[in-house]
């Protein structure tokens, strides 16, 4: 058996206790309705309020490990996740992933910068990876930043960029060498507010704006701002975009089978409660023991990870799960609705205030961020299972 889940010893429940009742004193009431996935706060005060509570949290002394140079109290971190989860709002704000970057491959100096105002709250960053013309491809990127005495000076525009809207700092990928390809890339820390930089939201069919287009019209950077060294960008993005792919496969978390089996309590098939219904059953017996297999492909990659033994193809194959198991049951979720599947939010007939709707539209969304499914396909089949590689020019 690969799977250890330690049991959190009793002696933790003074601890329990004290976070628990130190987040419901400092958790912010907000305007902005929270909804499934990787989404952001719409308004400048509620952003505004969870700094405030991320911060109230920091200094009081709960600081996540990956944002801490030493790693913490294992059992106290469990805690600290499963409160700051069970809590409901965002406890890291923004793109946190360059953390590990500047881990890694940051300078000491760019490790006490960053970090501690990253955990505190105090800045907020954005991914600036995707362009219009490099996704699954992202060796292909086209910005660029040119060396221009201590400066690098940027041109390019980015694309999917989450939190961007509010971001203070971006974890940039430009092409530095005169060569095509990984080699020519470097990682750089940008400062939002520089000028020459222009952060266009983008409206989505959930109606919610996650996303946005950001434009470099000759945009400075410090050299000293380069993360790693010249050209070795590729390698420093492969470290965060691993963490970012086991955590999608873990946002699974929270169980919806049983809000699935509320709805098929709650809704009819054929004149009867669907519950009584021999293929919703079937369904949602189904999805309870695909849940259960997510649940333990998570524990699994944590056990790996505390014993150093993670593998390319853990994390691809836990997201892959959570995010094809996640899309059928919200299709699931608005069969059971029938016709009121029709009804979003603010309409009299939604149901849940329209949550499955919103669900259904952004579930293909987890199919894609972090690396489609097709990709983390390809990186199984090369990578954990040693076929071919793919031939390059085919994708
Ligand atoms: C919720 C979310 C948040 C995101 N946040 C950010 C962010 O903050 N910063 C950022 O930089 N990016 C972000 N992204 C962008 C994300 O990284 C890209 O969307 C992703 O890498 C896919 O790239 P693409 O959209 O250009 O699609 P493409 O690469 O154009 O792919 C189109 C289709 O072709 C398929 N395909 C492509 N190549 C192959 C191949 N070799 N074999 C088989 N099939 C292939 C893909 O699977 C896909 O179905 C986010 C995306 C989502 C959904």
């Given at each position: 058996m690969d799977v250890i889940v330690p049991a959190?010893?009793?002696?933790?429940?003074?601890?329990?206790?004290?976070?628990?009742?130190?987040?419901?004193?400092?958790?912010?009431?907000?305007?902005?309705k929270q909804r499934t996935g990787l989404r952001v706060p719409d308004r400048a005060a509620d952003v505004?309020?969870?700094?405030?509570?991320?911060?109230?949290?920091?200094?009081?002394?709960?600081?996540?490990?990956?944002?801490?140079?030493?790693?913490?109290?294992?059992?106290?971190?469990?805690i600290l996740e499963q409160e700051l989860v069970a809590?409901?709002?965002?406890?890291?704000?923004?793109?946190?992933?360059?953390?590990?970057?500047?881990?890694?491959?940051?300078?000491?100096?760019?490790?006490?910068?960053?970090?501690?105002?990253?955990?505190?709250?105090?800045?907020?960053?954005?991914?600036?990876?995707?362009?219009?013309?490099?996704?699954?491809?992202?060796?292909?990127?086209?910005?660029?930043?040119g060396r221009d005495g201590d400066d690098f000076v940027v041109v390019g525009q980015k694309v999917w960029s989450t939190w961007a809207q509010w971001s203070d700092y971006g974890y940039l990928l430009a092409r530095t060498e005169p060569v095509e390809g990984p080699a020519g890339i470097s990682a750089f820390?940008?400062?939002?507010?520089?000028?020459?930089?222009?952060?266009?939201?983008?409206?989505?069919?959930?109606?919610?704006?996650?996303?946005?287009?950001?434009?470099?019209?000759?945009?400075?950077?410090?050299?000293?701002?380069?993360?790693?060294?010249?050209?070795?960008?590729?390698?420093?993005?492969g470290a965060s975009l691993a963490e970012e792919r086991s955590n999608v496969g873990g946002a699974g978390g929270v169980d919806p089978v049983q809000r699935l089996v509320g709805l098929a309590r709650r809704h009819n098939r054929g004149g009867r409660p669907a519950v009584e219904d021999g293929a919703v059953r079937q369904q949602i017996g189904g999805f309870a023991a695909r849940s259960r297999i997510q649940r333990h492909l998570g524990q699994r990659m944590a056990t790996k990870a505390m014993k150093g033994q993670i593998t390319a193809a853990d994390a691809p194959l836990a997201k892959i799960w959570f995010s094809e198991l996640n899309l059928e049951m919200v299709?699931?979720?608005?069969?059971?609705?029938?016709?009121?599947?029709?009804?979003?939010?603010?309409?009299?007939?939604?149901?849940?205030?329209?949550?499955?709707?919103?669900?259904?539209?952004?579930?293909?969304?987890?199919?894609?961020?972090?690396?489609?499914?097709?990709?983390?396909?390809?990186?199984?089949?090369?990578?954990?299972?040693?076929?071919?590689r793919e031939p390059r020019g085919q994708s």
């Open positions: 959190i010893p009793g002696t933790y429940d003074g601890f329990r206790a004290t976070l628990r009742a130190f987040i419901a004193e400092h958790k912010p009431t907000l305007a902005w505004e309020l969870l700094r405030t509570y991320v911060r109230a949290i920091h200094d009081a002394g709960y600081v996540l490990d990956r944002f801490s140079a030493e790693p913490g109290d294992p059992h106290e971190q469990r809590a409901g709002v965002p406890h890291v704000l923004g793109n946190p992933l360059v953390a590990g970057a500047l881990k890694h491959f940051g300078t000491d100096e760019q490790r006490s910068t960053y970090l501690p105002p990253m955990a505190r709250g105090d800045h907020i960053w954005t991914q600036l990876f995707s362009e219009p013309d490099a996704g699954s491809d992202l060796t292909s990127l086209q910005t660029r930043a820390i940008l400062d939002m507010r520089s000028p020459g930089v222009d952060v266009r939201p983008l409206r989505e069919m959930t109606g919610t704006t996650d996303f946005n287009e950001v434009f470099f019209d000759e945009v400075r950077v410090p050299a000293v701002n380069m993360i790693g060294a010249p050209g070795e960008g590729w390698r420093v993005a299709e699931a979720a608005l069969a059971l609705q029938g016709a009121r599947s029709m009804a979003v939010e603010g309409d009299e007939l939604t149901v849940e205030d329209g949550r499955w709707q919103d669900a259904f539209l952004y579930a293909r969304a987890w199919t894609i961020a972090g690396g489609s499914n097709e990709i983390m396909r390809n990186l199984i089949a090369e990578r954990g299972l040693g076929l071919p």
